[in-house]
């Protein structure tokens, strides 16, 4: 006799099974991405005086306040560097992966970006549908929200407001380093 199981039915730390499985899956895809992205094993940092790795964003930097971007440092850029790709995106929503703004093709001499602008490139479409920054807005609970930086060994020819699939496909065996900031955030009720 053959049984089926109801995923939604299952509650597992107040998630359903189905939830947390895809919560898993994606984590997993993510790590994926991530290892295949760093090829080069290079390193690079990216650093926020906004925030601390791991640490909590500001509101301001929120759907909760100015949505505006947070100012970013980067260091460490290969010489080799013929462009530069910044993503950040939240692994914790509920639906997977969720991805709050793209830019590529970023001078590698980029060192900074001031707070509430964006580095010169080419904008992607976001999850929210737009070009530009979104900032942390989790439906509930305390998500981490990951600022990447990629190094390429060249630039993307990808129209303005490419998708994340698409970035993620293009940037493939390219990576030459990269560096990661997280911070976590939570909506105050």
């Not at 995923?7 to 895809?29: D, E, F, V």
């Not at 980067?74 to 530069?84: M, N, W, Y």
């Not at 190094?151 to 994340?164: H, I, K």
Request: with cysteine; aromatic share 6%.
């Amino acid at each position: 006799m053959v049984r089926f199981v109801d995923l939604n039915a299952i509650s597992i730390g107040g998630l359903t099974m189905r939830k947390a499985i895809i919560a898993s899956a994606s984590a997993i895809l993510l790590a994926a991405i991530v290892v295949s992205f760093a090829a080069g094993g290079g390193k690079m940092k990216i650093t926020s005086s906004a925030f601390q790795e791991g640490g909590n964003i500001p509101s301001k930097f929120s759907c909760d306040g100015a949505n505006t971007s947070p100012p970013l440092q980067i260091a460490d850029v290969p010489t080799e560097a013929k462009s530069l790709v910044l993503i950040v995106d939240d692994p914790d929503a509920p639906s997977g992966l969720f991805t709050h703004w793209i830019v590529w093709n970023i001078s590698p001499q980029t060192n900074s970006i001031g707070e509430g602008s964006a580095p010169k490139g080419v904008q992607g479409t976001s999850d929210f549908g737009k070009s530009g920054y979104g900032g942390p807005c989790p439906p509930s609970g305390t998500h981490r929200y990951y600022v990447r930086i990629f190094a390429l060994d060249r630039e993307l020819d990808l129209p303005s407001g490419a998708r994340r699939g698409q970035i993620d496909s293009a940037i493939k065996g390219h990576v030459i380093a990269q560096g990661e900031l997280m911070g976590r955030y939570s909506r105050k009720k």
